[in-house]
């Protein structure tokens, strides 16, 4: 019996050194001194034994259970250490590692071509006004002295919704609209932006949908010379100090006398190029006085009150300010072509 408890302890130190998992040790402690191992069995069998040998394998076997339990308690703590030192090393995080970056959105170049034209008119005492997109035919045509038959009202132009429901061509009829809000009394002062829509073929500088921002100021004694200074700062506000503007005679129906601005080509600085076709002058926007029928039909007196109104389009103002060769680019949105207007700080 001496024998086979000396052989258990040898064969239980050997399977202790040898696992090299918790899991393994713990079958190892269960299979030798759990109820049913081995020496358990030793000190079952000990009734045979004689009074005298009793003791002896007694006080052995209970030596050779607390060894195993020694031993097995140091390996325990030896590979829950390396346990600990395995998650250690698969767990580190490497501070060094760059960062992902995320993408910082941005503003449309139209959208802070718009907000910019916006702000400047706000600090001349403007305030901003909407109108609906899908308009009547009586504000997008009548109230702006565009009679039936007039050629803007062709099916070729204008993308219809009813016989009297249009999408708007133009930002001009939330003029009609705002006067008549205003009840006949001065002064108004508005810009407007806003989509508009047209039945044109897309290509480098037209498109079926595009925005404009609409000007209008009416009071009493407002002059052609307002309307040339307004224009004038707007102008050398956005396209730089140096630039000089000329008004030509034009016509629109809705205003009387109706002119058209250019700026000088800052390209050529007026000498002519390819940007301006030879002239020097690159036209911006059409303008004019509001047409004395106007002003009446949307309830203001035409003897008392006079105004002047602008119309741009945004896209155009965008191309000319940073360069752009075609309006699609506005709508197709290229994240490369939007990339470009982002601020130099990020
Ligand atoms: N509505 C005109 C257009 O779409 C632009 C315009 C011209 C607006 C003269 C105005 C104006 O207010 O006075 O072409």
């Known amino acids: 019996m001496k024998e086979r408890l000396k052989e258990l302890e040898l064969e239980a130190i050997e399977k202790i050194n040898q696992a090299s998992e ?12 759990g109820k049913k191992g081995p020496i358990t069995e030793v000190l079952r069998g000990m009734g045979k034994l004689s009074v005298e040998e009793r003791p002896v394998i007694g006080a052995l076997a209970n030596e050779v259970r607390t060894a195993i339990a020694e031993k097995i308690d140091e390996k325990q703590k030896i590979l829950e250490a390396e346990l600990v030192q395995r998650k250690l090393a ?25 907000e910019e034209i916006e702000d400047l008119f706000i600090g001349l005492g403007y305030t901003v006004a909407e109108g609906p ?3 009547t035919d009586y504000y997008n045509f009548e109230a702006l002295n565009l009679p039936k038959g007039h050629p803007a009202r062709d099916m070729q132009d204008s993308f219809y919704i009813t016989e009297e429901l249009l999408m708007r061509t133009h930002t001009s009829p939330v003029q009609a609209r705002t ?11 508005i810009i407007c932006p ?14 079926h949908q595009f925005m404009q921002i ?15 200074g307004t224009l004038e700062v707007f102008a050398k506000k956005m396209f730089g100090e ?15 006398p109706s002119v058209e601005m250019d700026i000088s080509c800052k390209i050529c600085g007026g000498k002519g190029c390819n940007v301006c076709k030879g002239t020097g002058w690159i036209e911006i926007l059409g303008a004019g006085m509001v047409h004395p029928r106007v002003l009446e039909m949307s309830g203001f007196d035409s003897k008392k009150y006079t105004g002047f109104a602008f119309g741009m389009g945004a896209e155009r103002i965008a191309m000319l300010k940073y360069g752009i060769d075609d309006i699609r680019h506005f709508y197709t949105n290229d994240i490369r072509f939007l990339k470009q207007f982002l601020p130099t700080d990020r």
């Open 90 to 114: 698969s767990e580190t995080i490497d501070v060094t590692l760059p960062g992902r970056r995320v993408n910082i959105g941005n503003h449309h170049p139209l959208t802070k071509v718009v």
């Open 194 to 207: 806003g989509k508009v829509f047209r039945r044109d073929n897309d290509d480098a500088t037209h498109s």
């Open 214 to 228: 609409e000007g209008l100021v009416v009071d009493e004694n407002i002059r052609m010379s307002d309307l040339k």
């Open 22 to 33: 918790l899991k393994e040790l713990n079958e190892v402690r269960v299979s030798f001194l």
């Open 242 to 256: 140096d630039r000089e503007i000329r008004l030509r005679p034009s016509f629109f129906p809705f205003t009387e």
């Open 179 to 189: 006067m008549e809000k205003h009840g006949g009394k001065g002064p108004v002062k």
């Open 133 to 135: 997109e899908v308009e």
